[in-house]
């Protein structure tokens, strides 16, 4: 099934400040956007606002997930029509292990969308599966969700969540920063086997080319000031590498 995350004209505010000015982008089922730009310019935000995060307040604008109006609905209810967040500091969950949650968040998921839940050994079967192509040890999914975690774990830790919960879009917010070089190729076969996999459609917000070296984004936005000032393809990307954010913040 095809999916599309449809963003219009739409401007952001946290309490009195304006943050995203009027931003327009379309994500297809199987896309990579990438969405690049210097620390302040509402990159964050931007994901944030998708997802629902209440303190995000849209003055005007709209987001439509498969020609469905989500702007006002709940971050619950957006989850369960098949959107993903891939936080920038995933929160450690004491007490709840990894396994746990993704079986309940799945079930939910599969509910509201009509499916039939997975029993607990059907699940972990897919959740093994899953694991084992992520090259994530096992004795992650037992342990407290992130609690005692490395940034790199927390964010190998999400690209399973990703995985293995197959939303429609993924909003993976800067999933590449603290990560080493080998951390950094797993995330980046972990973003590509959810798009070759599921044809989940991606928006990546990254500071830095490295990652889309790997990855091989579609698309490439660069954002400044809240908003989208350029668009092209991954030569764009390699562009800021050379000359950085100056031209664009004049």
Request: charged fraction near 20%.
């Amino acid at each position: 099934m095809m999916h599309t995350l449809d963003i219009k004209k739409l401007i952001v505010s946290i309490g009195e400040k304006k943050i995203v000015n009027g931003v327009s982008l379309a994500i297809n089922s199987g896309e990579i956007h990438a969405v690049m730009g210097p620390n302040g310019s509402g990159k964050s935000t931007l994901a944030s606002t998708i997802m629902g995060k209440p303190h995000c307040i849209v003055s005007s604008g709209t987001i439509q997930l498969d020609g469905e109006e989500i702007t006002t609905s709940s971050p619950t209810d957006r989850a369960r029509k098949g959107l993903f967040l891939g936080f920038q500091y995933p929160v450690e969950i004491p007490g709840v292990a990894g396994q746990q949650m993704l079986r309940l968040s799945y079930n939910s998921i599969a509910a509201a969308q009509g499916r039939s839940p997975l029993s607990p050994k059907e699940f972990n079967e897919r959740l093994k599966t899953a694991a084992a192509e992520l090259h994530l040890p096992t004795e992650f999914l037992h342990r407290s969700l992130n609690e005692g975690f490395s940034g790199g774990e927390k964010k190998k830790m999400e690209m399973l969540q990703c995985r293995v919960l197959e939303p429609a879009i993924a909003l993976l917010d800067e999933t590449d920063s603290g990560l080493d070089v080998d951390a950094l190729k797993m995330i980046s076969t972990g973003i590509r086997t959810v798009v070759d996999k599921l044809n989940t459609g991606i928006l990546l917000i990254t500071h830095y080319q490295r990652i889309l070296e790997y990855v091989k984004p579609h698309f490439v936005h660069v954002f400044v000031g809240g908003k989208i000032v350029e668009s092209g393809g991954p030569e764009l990307a390699e562009k800021i590498e050379r000359n950085g954010y100056a031209e664009y913040t004049k």
